[in-house]
């Protein structure tokens, strides 16, 4: 993801900022590993998950440890959070399989060549030219 989107995401929802201290961490080296496509589905997602904490009264105490695109899908991952923070999880988790990653038009997971993802066919096209242009050309 853009580092202009990630920092919309970080300024509105600080609990969300990585450690950098923490330098082991995959969330702190590489922070949101995703496309911008994706970017409408984190904020939901933070949105739900400080309401959840909201209604509860409660300080948000969770730790997330990654979130990156895997196997097509958003993968989140937190720890130390309210049992429903985990539902809300997964059901974002779900809805990514339906938003292309990289343009967040209608798509689905799809297998090409030896790559998983949930790409529409432009942005598929581009990740390929792009792809060509560092010398990597499998898709």
Known sequence: ????LQEQVFTRFPWTRPDESDTRSPYAL???ECGD?????????FTEIESLYQSRDTEIQLTIRQVKQKFGSLEVYIHDALPEAYEIVN???????TVCEGCAIGSSIQQRHYYISTLCDPCYENKLQSRARLGRNEG
């Open 91 to 97: 059901r974002y988790q779900m809805l990514s399989g």
């Open 30 to 32: 590489f922070q949101l």
């Open 37 to 45: 496509g994706w970017f409408q589905l984190l904020w939901d997602l």
């Open 1 to 4: 993801m853009k580092n202009e």
